[in-house]
């Protein structure tokens, strides 16, 4: 069975959802008409925003809908928590659902308290403009740096995925957060639905380095509401489906980014070899800016992943790949001639295999190159 | 007593050097009339170049000479360890020295094998050039994209300490080398020796963020022809003082740097804490840029710290320092207002101070400022 696109990004079945903007200030709204199956993945940083740490509590009672804010972060902020508490609080009360059935998330400026007149204002239109068709605006109004929106809607043998997701390749400063939500009819209890959701964030979202900075407000809400019984096997397809080509949509988004790379270690020895080798390759400066040069200087990438991991060079195939074309770099230790590779780093994505022949393990993470365009927006970034 | 600059660079003593250069090809030799006791410090990178695992291997024979080449690293090559051995074994027989106490050492290209023809021809030239007067040649010798020397030496109660070392803030692609060599007149043992320069260097050159890029070929060297007996404290001091100028330097150097940082943790609960809190500021991208624009966004430093370790931002102070003024961007995490800390950061030596009042340990880092030409020098280069 295909997978089949559908129109309705994250209003798939009885979602619905809104989304209203006011200069840099966006509110989102989605809603089920029950209380979902909720699961969540949150951020890893030790300094955790307000509205992910609300959330990350409340998560338990399940969600019937999510409010999000743009253009500040409510993180740092002495009135956090309650002003993280009150998005729930007003989002319910219009809604007419409980405020502990309630996800919230924020994405912007840290270190600032909300405008929680405007807030309220805002939740307050966006409930009133909710609809089927609300997905479009709602995924415009949770962007901040993002130069695209996100959305995916997929149906896969009768499991629908909806999502909308807002993070960039240039991945600014105080508004570095990436933030997901999905939504999906796949009748799975939260136990699965939060251990297939942490397995399918590790392997997409987890695996995207754009800069190595991790936000104090990530988050990635799915909520199903159980509507399709379904086999394990396809749902965990699909979902990790939906993450990685979000992963690759934030890689490719931001001025700042001219090519897409996938970099995969092949044949390691354990798989966090596998997984740490392609991550030192693709947060290496130099290998990021060589590529932006288009500059097949493989030393770097022996280098960079050497930093990190035990691996034979005698042994080592180093392959470049674009879309047509496919030439070594490197085989079995020895260097190739190097025009082929000259020509596929011309290309706009990139795929770098790093084969070790050490053991069975694969890792593969997703990168950009780093351009004197990333510097000046994060330079001039206020 | 007060430390006194002395103007013979690596040659205190006996010590003799000379340095030749054929465009891109330098060629350094560093020698004494016997064998010293010696110490050193090597990459660890897990791919090693020939030259520094074969100074590894010889180092415990004690160094009576050190030859150095530029513009090859001699890494990655089929030839790698042969042609190595036969620097050693050429420098060794112009000097009517063992070879086995030579030290090597490359910095340059990655993969390509050294021409040998002309460093012998290199090596020949510089010993007939050996003087008391050669450190700034062999200096300029080991240079790569440095665009300054770096040579010290210093003499504190009698303990002479002289050195030449290479690396810059740029640090390119394959020539991301760091290079140093120490040599002294104290009277230590090799253990003794070895253990102060492991120490001298973690405080120093391994706390030197640029790229976090780590080269396949660094190499801290110390030889000592024990001339001068003395106390450990003197010994200790005088030797982090030249590790940490030379780090400075390289921080400084590099025409794709405009601003000089130094990163202080204070009060972290461990020392772990307190160093890998200041190492993930210094490598964060968002956090380079934000100062490259003189961007006070102090949120970058808590959201970068926040990634690494656990701390308390309620209680957090964020100080900027200049050499003449001091400003609190963050007080016990409250924002104050950030015109004094704008003003800091027009400065070229900018200090930030995080103050997380945990514990007592303290952790301090180099690092420098990320810039559109630091990528374009490392997209061109080739």
């Known amino acids: 069975m295909d997978i089949k696109r559908l129109n309705s990004g994250v209003c798939i079945d009885n979602f619905r959802a809104a989304g209203v903007r006011e200069g840099k200030y966006g509110v989102a709204v989605i809603v089920n008409d029950k209380i979902c199956e909720t699961a969540g993945v949150f951020t890893k940083n030790n300094i955790k925003a307000a509205p992910a740490l609300l959330s990350m509590k409340n998560i338990k009672n399940g969600f019937q809908a999510i409010v999000v804010n743009s253009g500040n972060a409510n993180t740092c902020t002495v009135k956090g928590m309650e002003n993280a508490r009150m998005m729930c609080e007003i989002a319910g009360r219009e809604l007419e659902i409980d405020s502990r059935n309630v996800g919230v998330a924020s994405t912007g400026i840290i270190g600032r308290e909300l405008d929680m007149l405007r807030i309220e204002k805002l939740i307050k239109r966006a409930v009133q403009n909710l609809s089927k068709k609300g997905s479009k605006n709602a995924a415009e109004a949770i962007m901040t740096t993002d130069t695209r929106i996100k959305e995916i809607s997929l149906e896969y043998n009768g499991i629908k995925i909806g999502g909308i997701c807002k993070g960039s390749g240039m991945i600014a400063p105080d508004l570095a957060t990436m933030l997901c939500f999905l939504t999906t009819n796949a009748d799975f209890g939260r136990d699965i639905l939060q251990r297939e959701l942490k397995n399918a964030v590790d392997n997409s979202f987890n695996m995207l380095i754009i800069d190595n900075d991790m936000s104090t407000n990530d988050t990635v809400i799915l909520m199903s509401d159980r509507n399709k019984k379904c086999s394990l096997e396809d749902f965990r397809y699909i979902l990790n489906y939906v993450c990685t080509e979000f992963a690759r949509m934030m890689a490719t988004d931001g001025e700042g980014v001219t090519k897409f790379l996938e970099i995969e270690i092949r044949n390691a020895k354990t798989e966090r070899d596998a997984r740490e080798g392609a991550r ?59 025009d082929s590779v000259r020509e596929i780093l011309k290309n706009n994505k990139i795929k770098i295999i790093v084969d070790i022949k050490a053991g069975e393990y694969k890792g593969k993470v997703f990168g950009c190159d780093l351009s004197q365009e990333y510097i000046r927006i994060n330079s001039e970034y206020n």
């Open 280 to 338: 030192a390759i693709a947060s290496s400066l130099l290998v990021k800016t060589a590529i932006h040069g288009e500059n097949p200087n493989w030393g770097r990438i022996i280098a960079a992943l050497g930093s990190k991991i035990k691996f034979d060079f005698e042994k080592t195939d180093l392959i470049f790949e674009s879309e047509k074309k496919r030439a070594f770099a490197v085989k079995n230790g020895r260097v190739m001639r190097l």
